[in-house]
């Protein structure tokens, strides 16, 4: 039996399931390119009195009602 993992988003729009290009980070649901938002992020480390925070950033994928709750503050 095989298993297909579909975009939670287009699924509640009714329409076919897009094939998921990524897994939400705060909420763990799939997402295709059209719903999908990348943002960047900070990696910060533990350092003592050095610096802590990374040169260039990380990415990470979030799907529309997470990234509309993160701008939301």
């Not at 003592?48 to 994928?61: C, E, H, I, N, Y």
């Amino acid at each position: 039996m095989e298993l297909l993992l579909k975009c939670y988003d287009c699924c509640l729009a009714d329409r076919n399931g897009k094939v998921p290009v990524g897994i939400c980070c705060r909420c763990g649901l799939a997402v295709c390119a059209e719903h999908a938002h990348v943002a960047q992020s900070t990696i910060h480390r533990m350092a003592g009195m050095g610096k802590s925070t990374s040169d260039l950033p990380a990415r990470r994928v979030l799907c529309q009602t997470c990234h509309g709750a993160e701008r939301s503050f």
